[in-house]
């Protein structure tokens, strides 16, 4: 790559994004620099804009451009329902299931300790106010099954003991549309375990 | 997704950005949006500095910050050949192989009647001249080998007619490392057609 400083700075702008190489951030910046003007011009306006105008709502923390967000605000749903996700798009994907009306709240992250997050680094207290000021009667955590994910649910579950609240899990087990011969043996184990009357 | 105007207008940024879908792009935006202010800030600083610190070569049309680039500027390259190659990001491939040391033109596009792109709307009449003013030897004419690629190469060597000067296009064949099993017949044909003695 010719070295020109304005285009490695941003080459390495578009490298900090989630899933790009320096291959494609190269691509992308040739992009920005023989479009014309108006492309970065409104592709900086567009990242100062929701930058400044989004933030955490009130009560869930997910991400909204008001004061709390459009699932808090929305009468429809059932407030006795929390369902606990790691971050903002896992709502989208509860969501898109339509199977669920119930409220959500965004941890911004998993407790590990490994990469030195604890309990005060998610939002973890917003929470237990929620579930103390409110009628709550189920929790769901609904973190990723992986080690943080798992370890996260199990904190919150023993935190939230002392209230009347019931703390759930999403099943685990085989995916629908899956194969039995190509499931792994730790997903197939649960599956069994988890075993259900038909 | 959930609808927030701030927030579905950076997705749409994102997703104008080559080989980026909706899905990525979304992915993008929530990284921007749950990051410290300062990733938008300097991301969006570095769009407009590139944008306006950048532009294109007097010479070769290569993007540069200065009035010629580092190439046309380099005393020890041989003024007499030119590569003429169709966008900046190929100077890159051809100049990884330390084996070229000429200059370079940049077109910024191929002439395409289909996609609406003539003669005119490349930078053509800028090599032309350079072919008329100094005195160059060789012109390789390094577009891709497509549709488009060809007939820009036909096009210019048609063009260059008039003038005393080689016109040349690379090799094509199968390439090294490759395997003759899975070789593409055309590639494998024109391999044949071109053979060397050894």
């Not at 190269?26 to 108006?38: L, V």
């Not at 990723?144 to 685990?172: C, H, R, W």
């Amino acid at each position: 790559m010719q070295y020109i400083p304005a285009f490695s700075k941003l080459v390495e702008e578009f490298e900090k994004l989630p899933g790009i190489g320096s291959k494609s951030a190269q691509k992308m910046a040739y992009y920005i620099i023989t479009s014309d003007k108006s492309v970065a011009k409104s592709f900086s306006d567009a990242l100062l804009d929701a930058k400044q105008k989004i933030h955490c709502c009130r009560i869930c923390q997910n991400i909204t451009d008001k004061d709390i967000c459009s699932l808090c605000a929305d009468e429809k749903r059932d407030k006795s329902v929390i369902c606990v996700v790691e971050k903002p798009s896992d709502i989208d994907a509860v969501e898109r299931t339509r199977d669920y009306n119930g409220m959500y709240h965004v941890l911004h992250g998993l407790i590990s300790p490994m990469n030195d997050v604890g309990p005060d680094d998610v939002k973890l207290s917003e929470l237990l106010v929620r579930v103390s000021e409110n009628d709550v009667r189920e929790i769901i955590m609904a973190t990723s099954p992986n080690v943080e994910g798992q370890a996260t649910a199990m904190y919150i579950a023993k935190l939230l003991k002392p209230f009347d609240v019931k703390v759930t899990g999403l099943a685990l087990g085989i995916p629908v549309g899956g194969s039995l011969e190509y499931s792994d043996s730790i997903t197939l184990a649960r599956a069994i375990e988890n075993r259900r009357e038909i």
